[in-house]
């Protein structure tokens, strides 16, 4: 019995960790995981891609600012352990439809154009990313000009 409320102290506290309103198994958190990853592609983030992401971020899933830094923390954190995109891609493709997946990749696409540099590492992210979500390559290049189309235009 006592080891019980123990643990149910230990849950609430989790050593004095901030209980995260993301799990694990949130599709949001692997989206943004993709997301910080396709910002950090080409070696550093660009203050540009960095507020592309926190706007996207908050935008699609809407958030407000607190929910949305938080996301995108625990996001840095799961994409520095991670070890390759299955993980990420593996979640959203079982969690979300064949436009919701197409979705994300939209949203890479425009943390990719908000520094107005696509690098052929960030071109070849996607192009992977695209590949493991079942996104077909048609899909991936309309999406690219779509969004680069909406870049052109602000």
Known sequence: MFEGFRKLIADLTEDGKHQSRFQENDYRLAAAALLVHTATID????????DRLHAVIKQRFELDDEATDELVEEATEAEQRSVDLYQFTARLNRMLDEKGRARVVEMMWQVVFA???VTE?????IWRAADLLHVSREERIALRERVSGMKAES
């Open 43 to 50: 070696g550093t983030m660009a203050p540009s891609e960095r």
């Open 115 to 117: 520094d107005g540099d």
């Open 121 to 125: 590492f960030e071109d070849n992210l």
